[in-house]
């Protein structure tokens, strides 16, 4: 019961965090989403703040996915399992950083006139986002290699092989023109992060509904014996 109730809460927060993240784009300013990065919206758009919230959320949704992996075992009892709540610890870290150091210079010649202590918060905040995105492909590549390996059922370990590639996905869309490629204009880094960033959320609600089937299977056997 316990474990579906925080499967539940990690889902709502997840959802929040995904309205939360659409508000924070709107309202009336000269941002374009598929230039611009995210936390130049946080930073300066006027529904900034909905941004960091949903940073926040999307770090008490992963929170909850770590205590499900280890606490309840949804993973197994292997010792790689123990590697989730670290990638956890370090992902959530990272966003935590990005949430607390705003974005100060968006681009290298804004940064070279900024003050000692608006390069210092950048410096930060970027610290923060390389620590968040390295961590987060990790944890997705592991849990989809823990949930393929541990799965007792062929869409399991379907599923588990589909959460590891939406992790090894989510780096070439950050760190490669591939909407150029594509042939899509007047794109930028805007665009790639938001499509790999989409990719772990999608990786890790895949992972929660794999984690609620689990539950529910290990529910059934326990009040059958």
């Given amino acids: 019961m316990h474990a579906r109730i925080l499967i539940v809460a990690a889902l709502i927060s997840a959802m929040a965090a995904m309205i939360a993240m659409w508000i924070g784009h709107s309202g009336d300013h000269s941002l374009s ?5 995210i936390s130049t919206y946080a930073a300066t758009a006027p529904h900034g703040r909905w941004v960091t919230a949903s940073m926040l959320l999307s770090c008490l949704t992963l929170l909850i996915l770590g205590v499900l992996a280890v606490r309840f075992k949804l993973l197994g009892d292997s010792y790689f399992t123990h590697l989730v709540p670290i990638l956890v610890g370090a992902t959530t ?14 681009n290298m010649s804004l940064l070279k ?26 944890l997705i590549i592991t849990l989809g290699i823990l949930l393929m390996f541990q ?66 299977r290990e529910t059934r056997n326990l009040s059958k014996s």
Avoid at 33 to 37: F, R
Avoid at 167 to 194: C, D, E, H, K, N
Wanted: glycine share 10%; net charge positive.
């Fill in 33 to 37: 989403w598929k230039i611009n990065q």
């Fill in 93 to 106: 870290s990272g966003l935590l950083m990005l949430a607390a150091y705003e974005e100060t210079a968006r």
């Fill in 113 to 138: 006139k900024a003050s000692f202590m608006a390069i210092r918060q950048q410096s930060f905040h970027d610290a923060g986002l390389m620590i968040f995105f390295y961590s987060a492909i990790l």
């Fill in 151 to 216: 799965a007792s059922q062929l869409r399991e370990r379907i599923s588990g092989i589909g959460v590891s590639l939406f992790g090894i996905f989510t780096y070439p869309l950050m760190t490669t023109a591939w909407p150029a490629s594509l042939g899509v204009q007047g794109t930028g880094p805007g665009l790639q992060q938001r499509a790999s960033l989409f990719c772990l959320w999608v990786a890790v609600v895949l992972v929660l509904g794999l984690f609620a089937m689990r539950n529910d």
